[in-house]
Every structure is written in structure tokens, then in C-alpha cells.
């Protein structure tokens, strides 16, 4: 039986619902600064969460439209939105998700080391750490972040790096992500991987079926998880020992 050592959190739409009110937002905030009339609407951003990175997506929608702007100013596109979302985090609009405390705070107790693996920049993840998470800082040993690899998700090398940061046997980690992508990246890199849909996915549509469990949420004691695939939840919520079961 393997047993679990470590985990590896994402953050957008799995420990936070960052993507629809807080990462869209600052986007179409960032093109009104710039002159643009680009708005991207909730539809249109779900699908370019297919595009792993923020100034990845800029690129893809402006080779999508035929724009004549540089790579150079899209990346001043990006620098205006990470100041836009910084403000929206320091605002107190973007939330933590149910039950991600509570599990951060179990994991820590039972010594399991933690790590935050994205592909949001730095820039982005570290206001987002000290406000909504500046209570859980020391629980994480390390943060992996769009500048730490060449290659993102769904490509392995955020997880691989976060493997050999961890100094753990692939079978004794898991992997906590809410999309196709980033179960795709886990996988790569032969990790166990629970899919926690985002809150903004009412479907089962269309979903990765390569996790090893999927679930709506983490759950709390006083509002269960719904199992959508997977092990049977062993109590109404992802706890130490469900995590513990879904990778043996």
C-alpha cells in the first residue's frame, strides 16, 4: 500500500475560483487600458482556459482575429492585467473554495508536504498567497509558477519539477486540479490526480476521465462532496484518508 508523502496543489479554479471573477476580468480591465475593444465573455474565456498561460491566451486570440499587435505588446497587455488582478485579490473579491482550508490544514497536521504547482506568473500568484492564503504560507514547501518552466501544462514539467522538489516516489504524490489540461500535465508525469471540477462547470460533459476520482468540490462536514467518478468517499468530504485511497 502506498503511502501518501505529498501534494500538489493548482491553484486557478482549484483552490481559488480565480479564472471567471478574477483572471477574465482583469484581462478585459488590461485591453480597455491598452485601447482595445476586446471583451472576452465568460463563454469565450472557459474556452481559452485551453491555452495554458495568461500570455499565451493573448497570443492565441490575436492570431485567432488576424491583430497586427507585437509580441512585445501583448506582453504589456499581460504586465497591465497582472496589476488589475492584484487589485481585484487585494480587494477581497476572489474566495478561497469550500473545503481547501480545511484540507490544507489536515495535510499539514499529518506531515504531508504541499506544494503549489501552476502556470499562473509569480507576479500573479505571490498577492494572491499573501492575502487569501497569508495564513497557510508555511504549510506549502515549495510554489512553481509560469516562470519555473519552459513548457506548460498540459505538458509534465511543472509536476516533474515539483517531483524532484519533493524528492517523493511518483506513487506516494497526488495531484488536485480542476481541468482537462491539468490532469493531462499530471498524468505526463505520472502522477495520481484527483479532478475537482471548478465552480464555474455545472456539466459532466466533456470532462478528463483520466483522473483517478472526480469530484464537484472538497466538501466540508456540513455540505458534502458529490462523487462524480471514482472511489467511494470514505466520510461526506476529500480528507487525508480519501486521498490515501485513491492512490493505492
Known amino acids: 500500500m502506498h503511502k501518501l508523502k505529498a501534494v500538489f496543489w493548482d491553484v486557478d479554479g482549484t483552490i481559488a475560483d480565480t479564472e471567471l471573477c478574477g483572471h477574465r476580468v482583469a484581462f478585459n480591465l488590461a485591453f480597455k487600458d491598452f485601447g482595445l475593444d476586446w471583451n472576452w465573455n465568460e463563454s469565450q474565456y472557459l474556452d481559452l482556459l485551453k ?16 491583430s497586427d499587435l507585437t509580441e ?3 506582453s504589456e497587455i499581460q504586465a497591465l492585467k497582472r496589476i488589475h488582478y492584484k487589485n481585484l485579490i487585494q480587494s477581497g473579491k476572489i474566495k478561497v473554495r469550500e473545503g481547501v482550508l480545511r484540507l490544507i490544514n489536515e495535510l499539514y497536521n499529518s506531515d504531508i508536504e504541499q506544494f503549489i504547482v501552476t502556470t499562473s506568473g509569480k507576479d500573479s500568484l505571490d ?14 514547501s515549495g510554489f512553481i509558477t509560469y ?9 509534465p514539467d511543472a509536476y516533474k519539477l515539483a517531483l524532484k522538489l519533493s ?8 495531484a488536485i486540479e480542476d481541468s482537462k489540461i491539468g490532469v493531462e500535465s499530471a498524468k505526463a ?8 471540477l471548478p465552480p464555474w462547470n455545472s456539466s459532466k460533459q466533456n470532462i478528463s476521465k483520466n483522473a483517478n476520482a472526480c469530484l464537484n468540490s472538497l466538501g466540508n462536514f ?11 468517499l470514505i466520510s461526506n468530504h476529500v480528507d487525508f484518508d480519501y486521498l490515501t485511497n485513491i492512490i493505492n
Open 51 to 66: 491555452i495554458s498561460g495568461g500570455f499565451n491566451r493573448i497570443i492565441h486570440y490575436r492570431n485567432n482575429i488576424d
Open 72 to 74: 512585445s505588446q501583448c
Open 127 to 140: 498577492p494572491f498567497l499573501k492575502t487569501s492564503l497569508s495564513s497557510h504560507l508555511n504549510y506549502f
Open 147 to 155: 516562470e519555473d518552466v519552459s513548457r506548460h501544462k498540459p505538458f
Open 167 to 174: 524528492k517523493q516516489s511518483q506513487f506516494n504524490c497526488i
Open 189 to 196: 508525469a505520472n502522477l495520481n490526480c484527483l479532478l475537482i
Open 222 to 232: 456540513d455540505n458534502p462532496s458529490s462523487l462524480i467518478y471514482g472511489k467511494k
